[in-house]
């Protein structure tokens, strides 16, 4: 289908590139100009760039003759850059009359009349600005010699530079009205185009919907595939094409790389419908598929030029589908015939539609009949086969649906039948199920009433469970307490870095003489709780309650890097509660406990020991030392180890005590928390 719609566009702008003016010495007036005055040949050409080569007067007899279409082969010391220069002659007629100068070219072109620059046109080797070339309107001043001189720039010529390229540009001059009037063709053309490919895509979906219903008939994806394909090879490739005229025409490549992909990929999927329908090696569907990936791999990999390669491939594949449907018209396979009277209805339409052609150009009759007529015919020529092909599809999908009624008549019959046998089993049932019914609920009632009390039991286990469960966290972290559920036992783990704080009420002796044995222990009872809501809040583990002291520890069984502020936190706030408690008792006029800290970081182990009893518990140098910064710690005072002082110092201020002697372990570096900084 892409090789006839290439080869009717070929046919009209050669045809179009025959009716060049190349009488050099003719008079041209209004008539002509209405007719349009194409000026393509008997140029002269000389390759460089001289500014004076645009003078009016400049003697270019020695210049080349040239067309303004030419390759390599043509002018081959092209490098790029060269200029054109050609005299006309006008009679009276001319002057004054609206001219519009109207040029397509492959590269930028800048024109100049009689030496007065006048134009520049963008090449089409860039479409984006191309699109914006509009025709220069202007009038001739005075009849006779007129000179044009022409700049052709190619920019790209040494990135592309072949033998074959072709190069060049197309000048005429017209009048306004022959403008619009082409410009309403070439549009017309281009919405013909356009709307040839949105019917591809839409028998595209409507195949595509079909295979959705029945997807057994896998021939329907194919198909769907090949019309997606097509229509946009045509809008990506044609489309662009038919946006210029027929003028523009021999400067566009329609085989780009999109185009071409999904040229060949709509190759293929005509390939394996008729494969699907006619053929049952599918071989050579293998090895055509493999070949065209190949060529596609080249053509995206290395160089667009190895296009040719995946064209070629893709019309040795419209080829095989011909012949496979050829062989199955033959040998009278069900539809083979329809599509073959669609492939002999494309070309035949083609055929004719080339005649007409060179009959309209022949006799310059293009009008919107004519146009109409041209269009009809490229319809009836590309959708010949499609259409072959779907009403073979659907004739194919009318027989499946047949078939499927037929076989649901029997299913009917069957059902009858079958219905008839169930209702005598089951007038025979029902007496036995009104028995096993009865039976049925009297046993639902016993089970409702066991499950009823099995629930009960259920309950009262469960929250049994979450008592035992929630005494245990209240003795032991969270992951200690699961790894003691889970294996009887809890491993002993080596934490590198923690922070521990010891408590401790001073002046106890003196508030127990003061006070009975239950008021002493509900004091107690009150701070430690308060404690342990602090410690909680900032989720520091507390360790245990010695006597009057309380000993927590932050780090573990989660590992934190910030500890030593956190546990410095909890101390601050420990302290504060211990402040805001004893204004409380001073206003009561009673006794009241006063506090001091010890808090020091490092290495410890931490688990559980015994079998009986379990508590968690922490060990090691590092814990002693707490205790002796606890022991040398003042009244409401917070006192700190070195070590801690060194992870927290850029958190709080400290006053540095010097280094004093504690028991067992020599002279230690000590500091007061004073404030907190961050």
């Known amino acids: 289908m892409k090789k006839i719609i290439l080869f009717i566009i070929i046919l009209w702008a050669n045809l179009l590139c025959s009716q060049n003016n190349s009488q050099a010495t003719k008079v041209f007036t209004v008539k002509d100009l209405e ?41 081959p010391d092209f490098n790029g850059d060269m200029w054109f220069r050609k005299n006309i002659i006008i009679d009276s007629t001319l002057v004054n009359v609206p001219v519009a100068l109207q040029v397509f070219s492959k590269a930028e072109v800048k024109i100049y009349l009689n030496g007065t620059h006048i134009k520049n046109f963008k090449g089409l080797n860039n479409e984006v600005d191309s699109l914006k070339n509009k025709p220069l309107i202007f009038v001739f001043n005075k009849p006779g010699k007129n000179i044009f001189a022409l700049h052709y720039k190619d920019s790209l010529f040494n990135k592309t530079k072949t033998t074959f390229q072709t190069e060049g540009f197309k000048f005429s001059l017209l009048s306004v009205d022959k403008y619009l ?74 085989a780009n790389s999109i185009s071409v992909t999904f040229s060949v990929i709509g190759s293929l999927a005509i390939s394996a419908t008729v494969n699907f329908l006619f053929s049952k090696s599918k071989l050579r569907l293998i090895i055509l598929s493999i070949l065209v990936g190949f060529s596609l791999l080249l ?16 019309t040795i594949i419209l080829l095989e589908s011909i012949i496979i449907v050829l062989i199955a018209a033959l040998n009278k396979k069900p539809g083979a015939k329809i599509i073959a009277i669609g492939l002999v209805c494309s070309f035949g339409f083609a055929l004719l539609l080339g005649m007409c052609v060179g009959i309209f150009f022949a006799t310059k009759s293009f009008n919107y009949v004519t146009i109409s007529i041209l269009i009809i015919l490229g319809i009836l020529s590309f959708f010949s086969i499609p259409f072959a092909m779907s009403a073979y599809l659907a004739s194919n999908f009318a027989a499946v649906s047949r078939k499927l009624k037929q076989q649901l008549k029997q299913v009917n019959l069957l059902s009858n039948q079958t219905l008839k046998h169930e209702q005598e089993r089951k007038a025979l049932l029902e007496n036995k199920t009104f028995f096993l019914e009865t039976e049925v609920k ?48 809890s491993k002993v783990k080596q934490f590198n870095s923690v922070s521990i704080l010891f408590s401790d009420f001073i002046n106890l002796d003196s508030v127990s003489q003061q006070l009975n044995s239950q008021e002493l222990l509900d004091e107690l009872n009150f701070c430690f709780q308060a404690f342990d809501h602090i410690t909680t809040k900032h989720q520091i583990e507390k360790i245990k309650t010695i006597s009057y002291s309380y000993m927590a520890v932050s780090g573990l069984p989660l590992e934190n890097e910030n500890h030593a502020k956190k546990m410095i936190e909890v101390a601050i706030e420990m302290c504060t509660f211990i402040e ?33 009893k379990f508590a968690y518990d922490i060990w090691g140098d590092a814990v002693n030392t707490a205790a002796r910064m606890k022991a040398k710690s003042e009244n409401g005072r917070i006192n700190v180890g070195h070590t801690t002082y060194e992870l927290a110092k850029n958190y709080f201020e400290f006053t540095y005590r010097g280094e004093i002697e504690i028991k067992g372990k020599g002279f230690a570096k000590m500091y007061f928390v004073e404030t907190k900084t961050v």
């Open 442 to 489: 009297e046993r639902t009632k016993e089970i409702e009433t066991q499950k009823q009390e099995i629930e009960k039991q259920q309950h009262a286990l469960l929250k049994e469970k979450q008592k035992s469960e929630d005494l245990l966290l209240n003795i032991l972290p969270k992951d200690v307490a699961d790894e003691l559920k889970e294996s009887g036992e």
């Open 580 to 612: 805001n408690y004893q204004t409380e008792r001073k206003k009561q006029n009673k006794p009241y406990f006063e506090i001091k800290i010890g808090i020091n970081s490092g290495e410890v182990v931490a688990g559980i020991v015994g079998i009986k």
């Open 35 to 75: 007719n349009e005055i194409k000026l393509n040949n008997d140029w002269k050409s000389q390759s460089g760039n001289t500014i004076l080569w645009k003078e009016k007067d400049f003697d270019d007899t020695n210049w080349k003759p040239l067309t303004s279409v030419f390759s390599k082969l043509k002018a």
């Open 181 to 254: 009037e082409k410009s309403t063709y070439s549009n017309y053309l281009w919405l013909a185009t356009i709307a040839i490919g949105f019917i591809f895509i839409t028998l595209g979906v409507i195949h595509l919907i079909l295979f959705g219903f029945y997807r057994k008939f896998i021939s329907n994806l194919f198909f769907a595939l090949f019309n997606l394909c097509s229509g946009c090879s045509i809008l990506f490739g044609y489309a662009k094409l038919t946006q210029f005229g027929f003028d523009g025409m021999a400067f566009l490549n329609p």
């Open 299 to 314: 053509m995206y990999s290395f160089s667009g030029n190895f296009s040719f390669l995946a064209s070629i491939f893709t």
